[in-house]
């Protein structure tokens, strides 16, 4: 049996406020773990039943299968991604691990028989709800996040986990230039901690944003990590921010934001804007963790 309608929010507990002893609006950003492997990957074994598929699947849009280039491609799995971000996280106890996880993804997978949400769930201590969230482009990771915070405030949870997956491998060639397109294959795995019970997250916001836009939507003193298409998108003079690169649409920012995991600011402002869409996204957050990147040379 299930419930088809939200949770019912718990009353705010007395002193939950922002930066007050019974929680904060603002999540706080715990362990982050990233993965980036490289090299060639394993050979291309053909499969005539598998390129069958990806002609079928591409045939209704005209789009032919790119045997070349898909065997030309490394072929990494989501979920292969996935378990290396996740193994970047360390340890996790009963106590520590996600109540919630939310699993964002620019590309699809071509590898359609696994859901990363699924295995991903069996790799975590307890019983997390595990779901994903796609088509959004760069804006994916921004969602998730966001749907993740409300299931903390409507269910009383402290624990979410972010999973952000970039896996480059196709098999129909992607128009060279296009903003949605994966260079790389990289995931990263953020856990996050959500005192705020009840109360508005704060500094967080999606929102229509035509380029050049007006004067920036968050706190302009706080420390920056945005995507490249925040540049134009809100021109000005930063006094400190981390500039993503591309080629990674789901992972870049997320990335950026990793690597100043234990060694950055306390407080920093997320922000990544979709041209496609003309939507600006950003959140703000809380460092106070330690970040692991794996990379292997295959």
Request: a negative charge; glycine letters at 12%.
């Amino acid at each position: 049996m299930f419930r088809a309608t939200a949770a019912v929010r718990p009353a705010s507990p007395a002193g939950a406020v922002d930066g007050g002893p019974g929680g904060t609006g603002v999540p706080r950003l715990v362990r982050a773990g990233r993965y980036a492997p490289d090299g060639p990957g394993t050979p291309y074994v053909p499969a005539a039943d598998r390129e069958e598929f990806f002609r079928q699947l591409g045939a209704p849009h005209g789009v032919p299968f790119d045997r070349a280039g898909f065997a030309a491609a490394p072929r990494r799995t989501s979920v292969e991604l996935a378990r290396g971000a996740l193994a970047g996280l360390g340890p996790l106890s009963a106590e520590e691990g996600p109540e919630v996880v939310v699993v964002a993804c620019a590309a699809p997978d071509f590898e359609h028989a696994e859901l990363v949400a699924s295995c991903v769930r069996g790799l975590l201590p307890g019983e997390p709800l595990a779901f994903g969230l796609s088509d959004q482009g760069v804006l994916a990771p921004f969602s998730a996040l966001r749907v993740a915070l409300e299931y903390a405030r409507r269910c009383a949870y402290r624990r979410l986990l972010v999973l952000a997956v970039d896996q480059s491998s196709q098999p129909f060639a992607v128009p060279e230039g296009h903003p949605g397109a994966v260079t790389a294959d990289v995931a990263v795995a953020l856990l996050f901690e959500w005192r705020g019970a009840g109360t508005p997250v704060h500094g967080m916001a999606q929102q229509p944003w035509r380029v050049p836009g007006p004067a920036v939507p968050w706190d302009p003193e706080l420390p920056l990590v945005a995507g490249a298409g925040v540049r134009s998108a809100v021109p000005g003079v930063w006094p400190w921010a981390a500039w993503a690169g591309t080629g990674q649409p789901a992972t870049a920012v997320w990335s950026a934001l990793a690597d100043l995991a234990g060694g950055g600011p306390a407080r920093v402002v997320v922000a990544d804007h979709d041209p496609e869409r003309e939507v600006l996204a950003h959140c703000t957050l809380d460092l106070a963790c330690r970040t692991t990147t794996g990379k292997t040379g295959e």
